[in-house]
């Protein structure tokens, strides 16, 4: 028995760029925050690009909090209280780096960010600590993606040709993308679960608006996995080959040049898929006229188990890293035997000067 249709009208271009102002603005403390506080080194090159960033995304963030309360959204006063708090730590970190300022001011990001998905009751709270993870995993990727893009750019700009400065960019590098991969990986696994509950079939995904806005987004984030595993799998190895090497000219080019800007195309396609968000309204489901989702039970859960399994699994291998080729020694290569010399002559030992034919 088919369920009636409904079709949620497609959202304004207003609402698409107030939710796209509004989920940058929640994560920029919680990207500078975490930045700060585990990904640069304290007194560092990229710590105090960063730390450059915070009064912009303080006032961002006061504006989207005006724009909550002005457009009447369920804006509580926790999360208004929690705001306040965010944007009083990144005027802070202007004047003061530290590395618990930092932790409270992205505490407090997150905190005002996750407020409005806290699940209401206790039949809720499965979906709710999925979303919860979602959006929390969204905040540090989408987020630190923007942040150490915008700060990259800005240093090579101001032309952070030191061997410190590359040093730390290379290593602020490999911890973010640390960071990253389980950030995404969290992503994943909420994100499969919570798709379940709004798509019944892969059908659904192309005859549903619902489905064809969620593949979109898909691809979208299939290209962002797709960029990471470039920055894992081939710049960061050759920015350790290039350090155990001692070429800084090479760590310069890669971690320096190279690096923000792929970042800054990663950053570019979260921003797409922000705007993407705003269309998924309603459900696969009912807009297929099927039923809804049944309940969380053993077998959902079972399979949201071999889920994470594979997932971290996968996370694992891609945070090793593998071991590098020494370089073969010159002199460890064995010596050529002398060549043969050519016997077109036969000096006679009896006759000095003489030959036999």
Known sequence: MSMPVFVPPDPTLIEILSSVLLFLAASLPVAIGITLAVVAEPGGTVA???????????????????VQVWTARSTSTAQVALDAVAVLGLAALCSRPSRGLAAVTALAGAGAALLPVMPSSLAAAPRGVLTIVHVLGALVW???????????????????????????????????????????????????????????????????????????????????????????????????????????RMMLRLAVDHFPTVVAAESVIAVAVLAVVPFLRGSARSQAGVAAAGPFDLTVFGCGA???????????????????KPAPHPTSAAPRPPAPRPATERRDPGRTGSTRR
Do not use: C
Request: no cysteine; charged share 15%; net charge positive.
């Open 306 to 324: 071999v889920l994470v399994a594979i997932t971290a699994a996968a996370l694992w291998a891609g945070t090793r890293v593998p071991p590098r």
């Open 48 to 66: 105090a690009r960063v730390r450059t960033l915070a009064v912009p995304a303080s006032v961002l963030l006061v504006v989207a909090t005006a």
């Open 142 to 248: 989408v987020g630190g993606l923007v942040v150490l893009a915008v700060a990259g750019l800005l240093s090579r700009r101001a032309g952070a040709q030191r061997p410190d400065a590359v040093h730390d960019w290379a290593q602020s590098w490999e911890r973010f993308s640390v960071l990253a991969l389980w950030a995404v990986g969290a992503m994943i696994v909420s994100g499969a679960w919570l798709a379940w509950t709004h798509v019944g079939s892969p059908a659904q995904l192309v005859t549903t608006p619902y489905g064809r806005h969620l593949t979109i987004k898909l691809v979208l984030v299939g290209l962002l996995l797709a960029a990471g595993a470039y920055n894992t799998r081939v710049l960061l190895p050759r920015i350790r080959a290039a350090r155990a090497d001692g070429d800084t």
